[in-house]
C-alpha cells in the first residue's frame, strides 16, 4: 500500500492537535522523520540512485505524479529528513502547541514538495508550506511579528499567485505540467519569478531576514532549512542552464553577503547570508554543467546542516542570555564555552575551512565557474566566500563572543541537553560530509564528481585565502563596530513606500498656496543639508557649476545629436 | 607617579602580522605544489589568493561601512512609527 512521507507530519500535527504535548506525541515528535524514511523506502533506487521511481494519481484528465524518486530529490529528501530529527530535538523542551503543528506541516509539505513529479503537486506542497511557515513567523513573546506575519504572508500570497498563472497558463494551452525543463515562455517567466520569491532573489529577497529574525529561536531554526531550498530545487528541475539564473545567483551572492555585514542583530546577519548562499546555489544551477548541479545541489544539502547548526547556535544565544544583538553581547566565550564550539564549527563549515563540508561543495562550485571561462563568477565567488568569513567567522563570532562585554552584561543560562544534542548531529553530519566527501556526499549527488577538492594546491590557496581575509579584519576591526539600528532595504516600499503613495494621492486635494510653497522650502532645506552631510568638501557654489557645467553639456550633446542626426 | 601607557594605535596590527606570516607560508607551500590546474594566468601568482582575501575584505569592509553609514542606517525604531 502506497502511502506519502509527508503523512506521518499530518499525523504527528494532528496528533498534537488533540493531545497536546502528551508522552506519546513527545515520541511520535522524534520518530515522524523516520517514520516518513519508512514510507519512502520501497520506492528507493535499489541498483545505485539515479534509477528513476514515480508514483502517479489520476485526477480527472490528470495523472497526477505525486512522487518522483531520483537523485536530486532523494538528496533533498534524505537531508530534510535528517535536519528535521536535528530540529526536532532541538524544539524539543518547547511548549508552544501551535509552533511544533506549523512545524510537523511545514516540514512535511516541504518534504512533499521535493518528490512533488509535476507542477500542480509542487503548487499544492508550495502553498501549504507558505501557510504552515506563517506561522513560525509568529513571536508571542514580540508583538511586531504578527506584523512581520502579514508581511510575509503578503509576499508569499504574490508569488503563489504568480506560480497559479504560470500553472493555469500550461492548462489552458494544453501543455505538460511535468516538473521538468521549462521554456522561457510566458508561463515560464512566471515559474521563475514565483521560485524567484521563494528563493529571495533580489529584489524580492527582503521578506527573508523581516521574517527570519522574528520568529521564536525553534522557529527560525526551522524556517532557515525548507523555504529557500525548495525553490533552490524547483530552479534545479526547470531552469539549469538559465543565464538568468547565474545573473540573478551572483547579484543574491553580493547583496546578501554586503547587507550581511552591516547587520546588528545577529538571526538577520545569518538571514542575509542565506540570500547569500542560495545566490551562490542559483549561480551553480545556471552554469548547466554535471559540476555545477553537482555542486549547487551538495552546497543546498550543506547549508540546510551548517547554516540551520548557526541559527540553532543563534536562538541558543537568544534563549540563554535574552539578546539577539550584537551591540548587546560580548564576552560570552568566557560565560559559554560549549555554544562557542558550536558556533565555531558551523562558521568555519559556512566560510569553507578544510575539514568541513562547506570546503567541499563550494570547491565544486568553484570548479564549476573555471570550468565554464567565467572568469569573472570565479572572482565574485572568491569575494564572496572572503565576505562570508568576515561576516559569519569574524565579526559575529568577534562581537559576540569575544567583544567587549555591554554595561549591563547578559546572564546566560545553560542549554537544555536535547538543544545539545541537536547541534551535536549538526556538528557531525559537517564534520562526516567534510572529511569523507567521496563516502558520505558524492554518492547521492545527481551526477558522477571527477574532482579532487583535497589536492594540496587547492587547499593552500583555500588558507592563503582565509589568512588574507583575518589579516585585513584585524587591521579594520574598529570599522565593523556594530550599533542599534535597522539597514534600509527593498522592504521599505511595502512598510513605508506604499503609505507615502497613499498620501502622496490624497495630498493635491488639501494642498493650499501656502502650503505647497512651505513644503518645497522645507524640502530644498532638507536636500541641501543631506547633500552637505554626504558631500563635505563640495562647496554649494562649486556643486552649482558642476550641476550647471554637467547640464550644458547633456544639452549641447542633444543639440549636437539633433543637427547631425547620429 | 608612574604614567598611564597610551593605548596602541592599531591593535591589531600584531597579530594581523603574525596572520600574515602565516599566509606567506600557505603561499609558498601552495607554490610547491602547484599542480597546473589554473587556467588564469593570475591564478598562478604566488600568494594570489593571500592578496585577493586581503584586498577582497578590505573593499567588503570599506563598501559595507559606506553604505551603512551614508545611506541606509535608520535609527532602530524607523518603521515602529
New interface residues.
Given amino acids: 500500500m502506497f502511502m506519502h512521507p509527508a503523512i506521518p507530519f499530518l499525523f504527528a500535527a494532528l496528533l498534537t492537535l488533540a493531545k497536546g504535548r502528551s508522552p506519546f506525541q513527545r515520541a511520535v515528535h522524534l520518530a515522524v522523520p523516520a517514520l516518513a524514511f519508512a514510507c519512502l523506502y520501497p520506492y528507493l533506487p535499489k541498483e545505485g540512485l539515479r534509477e528513476l521511481h514515480r508514483v502517479t494519481m489520476p485526477l480527472g484528465d490528470l495523472s497526477l505524479q505525486i512522487l518522483k524518486v531520483d537523485s536530486l530529490s532523494i538528496l533533498f529528501a534524505g537531508v530534510f529528513m535528517i535536519y528535521t530529527l536535528l530540529a526536532n530535538l532541538y524544539a524539543y523542551p518547547s511548549k508552544g502547541r501551535a509552533h511544533l503543528i506549523a512545524a510537523y506541516l511545514y516540514a512535511g509539505s516541504s518534504l512533499g514538495a521535493v518528490l512533488a513529479g509535476d507542477l500542480l503537486v509542487l503548487f499544492v506542497f508550495w502553498e501549504l508550506m507558505a501557510l504552515a511557515s506563517a506561522l513560525l513567523v509568529w513571536n508571542p513573546e514580540r508583538p ?1 511579528s504578527l506584523k512581520a506575519v502579514y508581511r510575509y504572508l503578503l509576499v508569499h500570497a504574490a508569488g503563489g499567485l504568480l506560480f497559479l498563472s504560470g500553472l493555469l497558463l500550461r492548462l489552458h494551452e494544453g501543455q505538460s505540467l511535468a516538473l521538468a525543463a521549462q521554456p522561457f515562455d510566458l508561463a515560464g517567466g512566471l515559474f521563475f519569478a514565483a521560485f524567484a520569491v521563494n528563493a529571495a532573489l533580489p529584489p524580492v529577497h527582503a521578506w527573508l531576514p523581516d521574517a527570519y529574525s522574528s520568529g521564536t529561536p525553534e522557529g527560525s531554526v526551522y524556517l532557515s532549512a525548507f523555504t529557500s531550498k525548495v525553490a533552490v530545487f524547483a530552479f534545479a528541475r526547470c531552469f539549469a542552464g538559465s543565464d538568468w539564473l547565474v545573473g540573478f545567483g551572483a547579484a543574491a551572492a553580493v547583496l546578501g ?2 547587507y550581511a ?2 547587520q546588528d542583530d545577529i538571526r538577520k546577519l545569518l538571514s542575509y547570508h542565506l540570500i547569500c548562499q542560495v545566490g551562490f546555489m542559483l549561480a551553480g544551477i545556471g552554469l548547466g554543467s554535471d559540476l555545477g548541479l553537482s555542486g549547487a545541489a551538495g552546497h543546498a544539502a550543506g547549508n540546510i546542516l551548517f547554516k540551520g547548526l548557526l541559527f540553532m547556535c543563534a536562538g541558543a544565544i537568544l534563549t540563554a542570555t535574552g539578546y539577539s544583538r550584537l551591540s548587546e553581547l560580548g564576552g560570552l566565550a568566557a560565560k559559554n564555552r560549549t555554544m562557542l564550539v558550536f558556533y565555531a564549527v558551523g562558521a568555519l563549515a559556512i566560510s569553507g575551512m578544510p575539514g568541513l563540508n562547506g570546503y567541499v561543495t563550494k570547491s565544486l562550485l568553484f570548479a564549476a565557474a ?1 570550468k565554464a ?1 567565467l ?1 569573472w563568477l ?2 565574485l565567488f ?2 564572496v566566500s ?2 562570508t568569513f ?1 561576516s559569519i567567522g569574524l565579526k559575529l563570532a568577534y562581537f559576540a563572543f569575544f567583544g567587549k562585554p555591554p554595561a549591563k552584561p547578559a546572564t546566560v543560562q545553560r542549554l537544555p541537553i536535547p538543544v545539545l544534542l541537536a547541534m551535536s548531529g549538526a556538528v557531525f553530519c559537517c564534520f562526516l560530509t567534510g572529511l569523507d566527501p567521496a563516502a558520505f556526499l558524492y554518492p547521492y549527488l545527481p551526477y558522477p564528481i571527477q574532482y579532487n577538492v583535497f ?4 587547499l ?18 574598529k ?2 563596530h556594530p550599533h ?6 527593498a522592504d521599505w516600499f511595502y ?2 513606500g506604499g503609505g507615502l503613495l497613499v498620501k502622496g494621492v490624497c495630498l493635491p486635494a488639501s494642498l493650499s498656496q501656502e502650503t505647497i510653497q512651505h513644503g518645497l522650502t522645507q524640502f530644498l532645506k532638507s536636500a541641501d543639508a543631506r547633500l552637505r552631510k ?1 558631500f563635505p568638501s563640495v562647496s554649494p557654489a562649486g556643486a552649482g557649476y558642476s550641476l550647471l557645467v554637467i547640464l550644458g553639456g547633456i544639452a549641447a550633446a542633444a543639440v549636437w545629436f539633433y543637427f547631425t542626426g547620429v | 607617579m608612574k604614567k598611564k601607557k597610551d593605548a596602541p594605535r592599531r591593535p591589531g596590527l600584531p597579530p594581523a602580522a603574525l596572520v600574515s606570516i602565516a599566509g606567506a607560508l600557505f603561499a609558498a607551500a601552495a607554490f610547491y605544489y602547484a599542480d597546473g590546474s589554473h587556467e588564469a594566468p593570475w591564478q598562478k601568482i604566488p600568494g594570489f589568493h593571500f592578496i585577493a582575501g586581503f584586498a577582497a575584505a578590505f573593499l567588503l569592509m570599506g563598501a559595507a561601512k559606506f553604505l551603512s553609514g551614508r545611506l541606509l542606517d535608520r535609527p532602530a525604531d524607523y518603521y515602529e512609527d
Wanted: charged letters at 10%; zero cysteines; hydrophobic letters at 60%.
Fill in positions: 511586531a553577503v554586503l555585514l552591516m573555471a571561462h572568469v570565479e572572482l572568491i569575494a572572503v565576505g568576515l589536492s594540496p594546491s587547492h593552500f590557496e583555500t588558507l592563503q585565502l582565509l589568512t588574507g581575509t583575518l589579516a585585513a579584519f584585524l587591521l579594520m576591526l570599522g565593523l542599534k539600528s535597522v539597514t534600509l532595504d512598510r513605508k554626504m
